[in-house]
């Protein structure tokens, strides 16, 4: 069974799209980030939710909105889409004041 | 923000050989967690450690909370245990806190 699973796995689009990317967690957890892992491998925290309140929001652009319909799932969605948002997306979760777990990630690539 | 620096940056071993990564943090943290991301993507939990030292096979992590280091041991290196290692931390004062990651070690084990 799988802690945090993410779909899709893969994402090719076009500049100027909408997509979503969906995560869900059967943990149990709190908490839930999204992460952003850019082509020099730089990981950084994009948004969390505890318990469907936004918590941190670290200076993403508001093309991009989290959107947690219960506390199992916390789905990213992407505005109008630009090259400079191909990356490696991962969601994780983790319960109050311990390690987090992070999903296998989705490979966005916008040409 | 804090920051968190990584040593070396890249290690190329023999099959067989031990190493020492480190992981150096500027702030006092309430989560310190090490990864391995293998050649497929994936981020594999090895340790949630704050503080204390933890063993799990051939890997052990040893963190010094009061200097603000982390250690990961690996020993009798598999090519398995290629891939890129990151320390990642959240800082003390509780609430959902996003990690923080170094740059990662690239370790390749050749063999």
């Known amino acids: 069974d799988t802690a945090v699973s993410q779909t899709p796995k893969y994402l090719v689009t076009q500049m100027g799209n909408d997509k979503s990317i969906k995560c869900e967690q059967n943990?149990?957890?709190?908490?839930m980030y999204w992460y952003k892992q850019d082509s020099k491998k730089f990981l950084k925290i994009m948004f969390s939710?505890?318990?469907?309140?936004?918590?941190i929001n670290e200076t993403v652009p508001n093309r991009f909105s989290p959107k947690s319909p219960d506390k199992a799932h916390l789905n990213l969605h992407i505005n109008s889409l630009e090259l400079g948002d191909s990356a490696v997306y991962f969601c994780?979760?983790?319960?109050?004041?311990?390690?987090?777990?992070f999903g296998p990630g989705t490979r966005l690539t916008v040409t | 923000g804090i920051q968190v620096e990584q040593s070396p940056p890249d290690l190329i071993l023999q099959e067989g050989a031990n190493s020492t990564l480190r992981c150096n943090f500027s702030?006092?943290?309430?989560?310190l967690q090490w990864f391995h991301q293998n050649p497929w993507g994936q981020l594999i939990n090895l340790f949630y450690?704050?503080?204390g030292t933890k063993q799990n096979g051939r890997l052990s992590a040893t963190t010094v909370a009061t200097e603000r280091y982390s250690l990961l041991y690996i020993s009798s290196s598999q090519t398995t245990d290629s891939g890129v290692y990151f320390c990642?931390?959240?800082?003390?004062?509780?609430?959902?806190?996003?990690?923080?990651f170094g740059k990662g070690t690239h370790l390749i084990i050749q063999p």
């Open positions: 994780a979760s983790s319960p109050a004041g311990r390690g987090q777990y």
């Open positions: 943990l149990g957890h709190d908490t």
């Open positions: 939710y505890n318990n469907k309140e936004l918590i």
């Open positions: 702030d006092s943290v309430n989560n």
């Open positions: 450690i704050p503080s």
């Open positions: 990642a931390v959240a800082i003390a004062g509780g609430g959902a806190d996003g990690l923080t």
